[in-house]
């Protein structure tokens, strides 16, 4: 089983900038997407920024242009890049991956979510 932990999250100003990392570690697993979402208090959890196995992004109207979405398929971590933060942009980011496993000639899909990491933009 994949397991993911975030990393980088914290208190910034608004305008700030921070970079959030996660890793996935595990055995023999291959990763196809990578996401990260967030959830605000009081809210729904949001897809925030998607990456494929292939290098291929996706934004939520309310990040495109600020944030970036990046990854090293060789370390199996993905970046989120967070420019010109505003205080809605205030929750708790989680990193998540689906991942296929192979055993034999049956290829199996799972998804694992990480613990998430906190981050506070003040105004």
């Known amino acids: 089983q994949v397991q993911l932990v975030e990393s980088g999250g914290g208190l910034v100003q608004a305008g700030g900038s921070l970079r959030l990392s996660c890793r996935a570690s595990?055995?023999?697993?291959?990763?196809?997407?990578m996401n990260w979402y967030r959830q605000a208090p009081g809210k729904q959890r949001e897809l925030v920024a998607a990456?494929?196995?292939?290098?291929?992004?996706d934004y939520a109207d309310s990040v495109k242009g600020r944030f970036t979405i990046s990854g090293d398929n060789v370390k199996n971590e993905v970046y989120l890049q967070m420019n010109s933060l505003k205080p809605e942009d205030t929750a708790v980011y989680y990193c998540?991956?689906?991942?296929?496993?192979?055993?034999?000639?049956?290829?199996?899909?799972?998804?694992?979510w990480g613990q998430g990491t906190q981050v506070t933009v003040s105004s």
């Open positions: 998540n991956a689906r991942y296929g496993v192979k055993s034999g000639i049956i290829s199996r899909n799972y998804l694992q």
């Open positions: 595990g055995s023999a697993f291959s990763i196809k997407v």
């Open positions: 990456i494929t196995s292939g290098g291929s992004t």
